[in-house]
């Protein structure tokens, strides 16, 4: 199940400072927030796991941003797979409504 960590959460898990969190996601070390409403922003919390173990395995600034930039791509990917199974599923309980499994 994912989980959406707003600011306050990632500032506390990560010890940085407002301005830290936002340079670091300028110079690509850290992932972008994705936007829940309007003005309401959060990052799903296993990027922000990923990165914070890549940082405490010692990880140089170069694979944290690879790391960072595999992660905002899968995004895309796993909201494909999140839809594709939500489909499967409604799909096998219609079937199963019908009698057709």
Known sequence: MLKINRITEVLG???FGKTTLY????D??????ISLTGRIVG???HEVDAVLSGIISGKS???IKELVKE???????????HS?????EINSNLNVQHGNL
């Open 28 to 33: 690509g070390l850290f992932p972008p927030s």
């Open 23 to 26: 340079k670091r996601i300028d």
């Open 61 to 63: 600034n170069q694979e």
């Open 13 to 15: 898990n990560t010890g």
């Open 71 to 81: 992660l905002v791509q899968l995004r895309s990917t796993k909201a494909n797979l």
């Open 43 to 45: 990052w799903p919390e």
């Open 84 to 88: 594709l199974s939500s489909l499967v």
